[in-house]
Nanobody, 117 residues
């Protein structure tokens, strides 16, 4: 079955950086788009970034554009989210998901990112 395991979260000061990683298994990784979402308790999940199968196409939410970079390694079945210039409002639990058409799935435990001084 689809399994996605996120890592790399933690506590960071405003202006700092983190790199999130996600390892995929249970499906043909290279044939699927992948996305990162984030969620704050009591709020709806927010799409942060999306990447196409080959990795050349990316899309970002306005709130992170210019600060975050999504990438993938199809040989390692990995997707990454490089987060720079972090702000307090980036504090959330981050999830990577399989993203194809109108469907996203593979929700795992996520990884918590906390931006605070």
């Amino acid at each position: 079955q689809v399994q996605l395991v996120e890592s790399g979260g933690g506590l960071v000061r405003p202006g700092g950086s983190l790199r999130l990683s996600c390892v995929a298994s249970g499906f043909a990784f290279g044939f699927y788009g992948m996305s990162w979402y984030r969620q704050v308790p009591g709020k709806e999940r927010e799409l942060v970034a999306r990447i196409t199968t080959g990795g050349r196409g990316t899309k970002y939410s306005d709130s992170v554009k210019g600060r975050f970079t999504i990438s993938r390694d199809n040989y390692k079945n990995m997707v990454y989210l490089q987060m720079n210039s972090l702000k307090a409002e980036d504090t959330a639990r981050y999830f990577c998901v399989r993203d194809y058409g109108d469907t996203v799935d593979g929700w795992g435990q996520g990884t918590q990112v906390t931006v605070a001084s």
